[in-house]
Structure formats: C-alpha cells, structure tokens
Nanobody, 119 residues
C-alpha cells in the first residue's frame, strides 16, 4: 500500500492550500484516514482525522480553519486549509489504516508534503 501526498507549497499568511493524499495498492478497505504535521524541533501531531463513515476530529489549533474530507471512490483524503498562519508551517503527513481480507489492520504513512506560511 502506498500513500502519495501532494498540494503543499509556500503561501502568505491568510492564504489557503488544499492537500490531497491518494491511497493505492492491495487492500480490502480503508478505515480511518488523517493528516499529521511536524514542525522543526517539534513532535508529530494530529491535525485532523476522518473515519470511514465521515466522522471528523480536529486539533484545537485548526478548528474552524481546516476541513478534512475523503472520497472513498477515489481512495483519497483531502485537507482544505484556510486562513493559514505562520505557525501552520510544517511537513504534513497523510495517514491511512487499511485492512486486508482477513480484517487485519495496517497503518500507512505518506511521504510528507511541506507547507510554508510566510508572515
């Protein structure tokens, strides 16, 4: 299973970016999906998560600004980021839990996409 993230870049404070992450490979289904981020010198933290039924959760720091969504037909998870702040600068990693036909779960990570917000 591979996760390919895209959409990062350089944006001014107040701007927007949309991250995408496509899951490919051999699996039975995708359960939870999400986005984490890691800023220099800091631990990786959860930004937003979404279940297979569409239930979402967000870090307090991004509530009201970021929206996570998924397209199950395309095996893709998105992160719409609005009103970006310099403190949102980080490498963003997508995450997906898949199961095989025996319903054994596996965790997968994307390669990371860098988001830089200038002040």
């Amino acid at each position: 299973v591979q996760l390919q993230a895209s959409g990062g870049g350089l944006v001014q404070a107040g701007g927007s970016l949309r991250l995408s992450c496509v899951v490919s490979g051999s699996f039975n289904r995708i359960n939870n999906m999400g986005w984490y981020r890691q800023a220099p010198g800091r631990q990786r933290e959860l930004v937003a998560g979404i279940t297979s039924s569409g239930k979402t959760n967000y870090a307090d720091s991004v509530k009201g600004r970021f929206t996570i969504s998924r397209d199950n037909a395309k095996n893709t998870v998105y992160l719409q980021m609005n009103s970006l702040k310099p403190e949102d600068t980080a490498v963003y990693y997508c995450y997906a839990e898949t199961t095989n036909r025996a319903y054994v779960p596996y965790d997968h990570w994307g390669q990371g996409t860098k988001v830089t917000v200038s002040s």
